[in-house]
């Protein structure tokens, strides 16, 4: 009677890459990555409420970092390009994993997050492109007369004086929102902190964080817009 040998491949364990886990790890690091730049520019951003000045010779230093400047926009790419892949294929796992749909779908927070997580990605990853082509690029900024490389005070409050520009932004800050949140709350419990105990106010650092980092970005149009900041 012959006994099957199984071979090298069967005995070989998956990759990191290739494992769930592997993933929601990836996703957790390029997440806490994308995070502090998130609060970095915010930080940034918020200068427009101490001067004119305040704000340009932000931007003239961050201009001026020449090859720091170029690594950490780089660094950003390829922790948003992961970020997105492990995304879409746990997504793919997980359709794959429940082939035949629920007959009945119960609408927890849980799953409500997730599927927020899902669609705002794409939204906020457009808004991104723009965002960069507006401000940064100048492309298709809608200010006039024009878009000035030296004067990042006129190019935000020109920009944000259009209306459909800040609620466009606003919009997407939103969702912004929606998605930190979450990916806070799912790094927290990649930690094992989701324990009965913390777990409330875990959830509770989580929604507050997200409110004051939505509420310092969303600050800045709507002030462009009342005539707050002009």
Not at 93 to 113: D, E, F, T
Not at 117 to 127: D, N, V
Not at 182 to 198: D, I, T, V
């Amino acid at each position: 009677m012959s006994t099957a040998v199984a071979g090298p491949r069967e005995h070989r364990a998956p990759s990191f890459w290739q494992s769930t886990n592997g993933k929601k790890a990836v996703m957790a690091v390029t997440g806490a990555i994308l995070f502090l730049f998130v609060v970095g520019h915010l930080l940034g951003n918020l200068q427009i409420f101490d001067s004119r000045e305040r704000l340009n010779a932000y931007s003239h230093f961050l201009k001026n970092l020449g090859e720091l400047l170029w690594i950490a926009r780089g660094t950003l790419i390829v922790c948003v390009v992961l970020h997105i892949v492990a995304t879409v294929q746990l997504v793919l796992l997980n359709l794959k994993a429940r082939p035949v749909g629920y007959k009945v779908k119960k609408s927890v927070a849980s799953n409500y997050a997730d599927r927020t997580m899902y669609w705002s990605g794409p939204i906020i990853l457009a808004f991104v492109i723009f965002h960069l082509l507006e401000f940064t690029a100048g492309t298709l900024h809608p200010g006039a007369p024009a878009f000035s490389e030296e004067d990042v005070y006129y190019n935000v409050i020109s920009g944000f004086r259009v209306w459909w520009v800040s609620a466009w932004y606003i919009f997407s800050m939103i969702l912004l929102g929606f998605h930190l949140r979450h990916g806070m709350w799912s790094m927290f419990q990649s930690l094992g902190m989701n324990h009965p105990r913390h777990t409330p106010v875990l959830k509770q650092a989580a929604l507050w964080i997200t409110i004051l980092i939505i509420g310092g970005y969303i600050s800045i149009p709507v002030s462009v817009l009342a005539g707050w900041v002009r």
